[in-house]
């Protein structure tokens, strides 16, 4: 019922800036929470954000990101971003957004759809 697709990645220098987006190239987003994952080459995949369905209205972030990064979404245009700023070299992964319906899940496997992933890069 939902295919997301993200985009934005690219290389960005330390304290650059970097917006991801997560389209819903089939379905809409207005009933689903939506979270944003990273994972780097040898290490498991890492919780970044997310942010309920507009009906819920919380947001939450890793302790890692909080105060740079920030979630949010515009269901007119089946679209979510993330907006990364003062992005450091440890932020280099393959960014990920998925989605489950209605509230930002406990666990990362209750999520029901998922992206393809795009790649950031932090270098100088």
């Known amino acids: 019922q939902l295919r997301l697709v993200e985009s934005g990645g690219g290389l960005v220098q330390p304290g650059g800036s970097l917006r991801l987006s997560c389209e819903a190239s089939v379905g809409t987003l207005d009933t689903y929470a939506i979270g944003w994952f990273r994972q780097a080459p040898g290490k498991e995949r890492e919780g970044v954000s997310c942010?309920?369905?507009?009906?819920?209205?919380?947001?939450n972030y890793a302790d890692s990101v909080k105060g740079r990064f920030t979630i949010s979404r515009d269901n007119a245009k089946k679209m979510a971003y993330l907006h990364m700023n003062g992005l450091k070299p440890e932020d280099t992964a393959v960014y990920y957004c998925?989605?489950?319906?209605?509230?930002?899940?406990?666990?990362?496997?209750?999520?029901?759809?998922w992206g393809q992933g795009t790649q950031v890069t932090v270098s100088s």
């Open positions: 942010m309920d369905s507009s009906v819920g209205g919380t947001t």
């Open positions: 998925a989605a489950i319906a209605w509230y930002c899940p406990t666990y990362v496997s209750d999520y029901a759809y």
